[in-house]
């Protein structure tokens, strides 16, 4: 069994040729999971009367700065190993051999995503919750590109109870291949379940939920999922004696525990009405909980006509009826 699948595993991760180059199947996994995402964003946009051309736009500029800060992060801890040689440093621009830390990939991507926001106008943490789903579907896709790689496993497995897939996965590890903890399978299972619950909310009560809930819902889970992991996992990238990777996790899940509860206390708002209005260009209504979220916040009279139900919460809420002085000043003119 042991040596059929290391024969297995040595095939799927030498990839295959098309027109005399060299595909990795780790590459095409990934690529996949891309377009996957890219698929799903395009359908719950379309829901959320956002355009098509705004989110190429976004699936690019995340996607490149996801990749960049995916590498760079998996690199620059690894000083020794990529920038003591030429080679090594060549080696830092080549993907296919695997090392993309999604640490460093979504906050980058993220960086992406808001400056596609801030050219389109649009509300960075609606489009944010627009988003999450599809990074887990991407995820969820993407983790297989680990099994065929032969990484992100954890411990040895001893025990033969549990010395066969789905509980481990054989990979090479300290010269020689030996049953090992399957975490990307472990975390792909996860990252599905939060996929399944992030659906639900998007098809059923998002219009209900305040805006950035599902985007820090998201850091909670995959904070609280991977720092788990981290027990398990070998080669870490250790600070002293900490796990730097599982430490970031933590930190980031309890920052957004604090967040989703000042969200959900009304404390911190994500979107002003002006960014509201801005986002959809006064095509529609807004959400029944808008009218909570935007108390106290000053408006100005200057703007462009709000649609019949913003204006009447503008009306309620500030008192400014613009309109009103108008209407007043015409029956002014029509009394005299």
């Not at 943490?125 to 992100?152: A, K, M, S, Y």
Request: net charge neutral; proline share 3%; hydrophobic share 50%.
């Amino acid at each position: 069994m042991g040596s059929f699948t290391s024969k297995l595993m040595c095939e799927i991760s030498k990839g295959f040729e098309l027109f005399g180059m060299e595909i990795r199947w780790y590459g095409v996994i990934l690529t996949t999971g891309m377009v996957c995402a890219l698929f799903l964003m395009l359908f719950l946009a379309k829901r959320e009367k956002v355009e098509p051309d705004f989110c190429l736009s976004t699936f690019l500029f995340a996607i490149i700065f996801a990749i960049f800060g995916a590498r760079l992060f998996f690199v620059v801890p690894r000083f020794n190993e990529y920038f003591t040689t030429w080679e090594g440093f060549a080696r830092a621009f080549n993907i296919s051999e695997g090392g993309l830390t999604i640490i460093g990939g979504i906050p980058m991507g993220a960086l992406g995503v808001y400056i596609s926001c801030r050219i389109y106008k649009k509300s960075f943490f609606r489009i944010t919750d627009l988003i999450v789903p599809c990074l887990l579907l991407g995820q969820v896709i993407g983790r297989w590109g680990n099994f065929v790689n032969g990484e992100l496993y954890g411990f040895e497995i001893t025990n033969d109870a549990f010395a066969k897939f789905p509980f481990a996965v054989w990979v090479y590890d300290n010269g020689h291949y030996a049953w090992h903890a399957a975490n990307f399978f472990y975390e792909m299972m996860l990252n599905l379940v939060m996929l399944i619950i992030m659906l639900t909310l998007t098809f059923t009560i998002k219009k209900k939920l305040k805006v950035g809930f599902l985007s820090v819902l998201y850091i909670i889970w995959y904070g609280v999922v991977r720092g788990l992991l981290e027990f398990v996992k070998v080669g870490q990238l250790m600070w002293g004696s900490v796990r730097a990777v599982q430490f970031i996790c933590f930190l980031c899940a309890a920052i957004g525990i604090v967040f989703l509860v000042l969200l959900q206390l009304g404390y911190v708002k994500f979107e002003t009405p002006v960014m509201y209005e801005r986002h959809f260009q006064l095509v529609h209504e807004p959400p029944e909980y808008v009218e909570g979220q935007f108390d106290n916040i000053v408006t100005d009279d200057t703007e462009k006509e709000a649609p019949k139900g913003f204006k009447k919460f503008l009306n309620s809420f500030f008192d400014s009826n613009p309109n009103g002085k108008k209407k007043e000043k015409q029956d002014d003119k029509k009394d005299e």
